[in-house]
């Protein structure tokens, strides 16, 4: 589970302050399907930072699974986010000199999964997300969708307990969408993984248990797919 | 215009030829909106980055107003894509040292105009997609859809014959996004910036004058947007 106190991520630049996130609390159940939505700028790259771990907020506390992350150490801080948390970037920052199959197997090294089983496991989330014929190609020889798909695949490769999705369908037509998000739900269903989602995305608000609203760093609302 | 004659995109990967785009036609009009929609993977990106030209097509001819570009010497390829062709690329490609003002201003150094009036049609540009309190940030300290906006700015500050937009809402909420496709329209309509636009969005497929749908490097169908 993921919990959000009074979390603040501010920016000092020049004589102004940029108050991308104002104050936020956000309780995420174990096993939960959670879509963040909100204006470009509204704070939802910022926010998935702090809950991952990546950014240090300037006010405010995050707690995964009742472990506060600020109270973590270099190696636990590094577990954090090579086994329970998987992220998919809105930049999806691959590493450009590995093929997408290696790109994909690049969280199992830290699981300490051995070569042959790490091959099979890449391959296999590369199939379910369309890419089987696409293995061996760099991120600059694939198209922009295919690149966010090795991102998709990458994030869940390492059976994670909690995969954060920044706009992971930003780059896919309608079908492809369709085909992934039906994936996520999938892992959310049947593996428990607890999905947070920042999306403009309607198909994706659909199949999430609830629509968290962001606004100038603040929640705005919170509701059901079937109020939205 | 833009006239596309029998072009054809193969990579060479080991022992597999991929066909990125295998035979397209197509010719777009002066002054028309044109939307470019298919799979992912499916050859967009390459199409325009050959009608751009970016890439050399591995067969085919394209011609920007009545003239080959492959005939182009390099500076007067250099004044084809500066001056007269405006880019929005998938990946923004904005320079990271560079604020969002400067960035913008790039094109404009190229148009010999004087840095006064550059700084002015910068900020003009910016204030139009909603950028106006983020001139002097850089691209890492802009949201996704804030550097997708920037992009876009600085596509059009030179006002440009042709604009190519690769997957220009991609990043942006639907307010947002409308706003958008509101100041491209209004660029056609009261400018006759001739667009290709290559988009997942049904809001930009409605805006356009034709929807080319191509699939597996070819063109699949043409068709009016009260059609589609
Ligand atoms: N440098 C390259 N080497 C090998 N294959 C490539 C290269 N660039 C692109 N491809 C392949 O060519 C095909 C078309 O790519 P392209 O980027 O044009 O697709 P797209 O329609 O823009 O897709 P998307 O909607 O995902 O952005 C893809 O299958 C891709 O894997
Ligand atoms: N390093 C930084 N320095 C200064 N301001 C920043 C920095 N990073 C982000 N911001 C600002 O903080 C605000 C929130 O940014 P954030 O990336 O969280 O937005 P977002 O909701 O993800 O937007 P989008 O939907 O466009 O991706 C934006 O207004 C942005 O300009
Ligand atoms: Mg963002
Ligand atoms: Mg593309």
């Given at each position: 589970?993921v919990?959000?106190?009074?979390?603040?991520?501010?920016?000092?630049?020049?004589?102004?302050?940029?108050?991308?996130?104002?104050?936020?609390?956000?309780?995420?159940?174990?096993?939960?399907?959670?879509?963040?939505m909100?204006?470009?700028?509204?704070?939802?790259?910022?926010?998935f930072n702090?809950?991952?771990?990546?950014?240090?907020?300037?006010e405010?506390t995050v707690?995964?699974?009742r472990?506060?992350?600020?109270?973590?150490?270099?190696?636990?801080?590094?577990?954090?986010?090579?086994?329970?948390?998987?992220?998919?970037?809105?930049?999806?920052?691959l590493?450009p000199?590995?093929s997408a199959?290696?790109?994909?197997?690049?969280?199992?090294?830290?699981g300490g999964?051995?070569?042959?089983?790490?091959?099979d496991?890449?391959?296999?989330?590369?199939?379910?997300?369309?890419?089987?014929?696409?293995?061996?190609?760099k991120?600059t020889?694939?198209?922009?969708?295919?690149q966010?798909?090795?991102?998709?695949?990458?994030?869940?490769?390492?059976?994670?307990?909690?995969?954060?999705?920044?706009?992971p369908?930003?780059?896919?037509?309608?079908?492809?969408?369709l085909?992934?998000?039906?994936m996520?739900?999938?892992m959310?269903?049947s593996?428990g993984?607890?999905?947070l989602c920042?999306?403009?995305?309607?198909?994706?608000i659909k199949?999430?248990?609830?629509?968290?609203?962001?606004?100038d760093?603040?929640?705005?609302?919170i509701?059901?797919?079937?109020?939205?």
């Open positions: 589970s919990l959000v106190e009074g979390a603040k991520k501010f920016y000092y630049m020049g004589g102004e302050t940029v108050r991308a996130v104002d104050g936020i609390d956000l309780r995420i159940e174990k096993g939960e399907y959670v879509s963040i909100g204006p470009s700028g509204s704070g939802k790259t910022t926010l702090i809950v991952g771990g990546l950014t240090k907020p300037t405010g707690y995964i699974d472990t506060d992350i600020s109270k973590l150490d270099a190696s636990e801080l590094a577990w954090l986010r090579c086994r329970k948390i998987g992220y998919v970037f809105q930049t999806f920052n590493v000199i590995m199959l290696q790109n994909v197997m690049l969280p199992l090294i830290f999964v051995d070569r042959t089983e790490r091959e496991r890449a391959h296999e989330m590369l199939k379910l997300v369309g890419l089987g014929e696409r293995v061996h190609h991120p020889e694939l198209s922009g969708g295919q966010q798909r090795v991102a998709i695949a990458r994030a869940f490769v390492n059976n994670p307990a909690i995969v954060l999705a920044d706009e369908t930003g780059n896919l037509d309608l079908k492809t969408g085909h992934i998000i039906d996520m739900i999938e959310n269903k593996r993984v607890t999905m920042n999306t403009h995305d309607q198909k994706i199949a999430s248990d609830r629509i968290v609203w962001v606004s760093g603040r929640v705005e609302k509701e059901r797919p079937a109020e939205a």
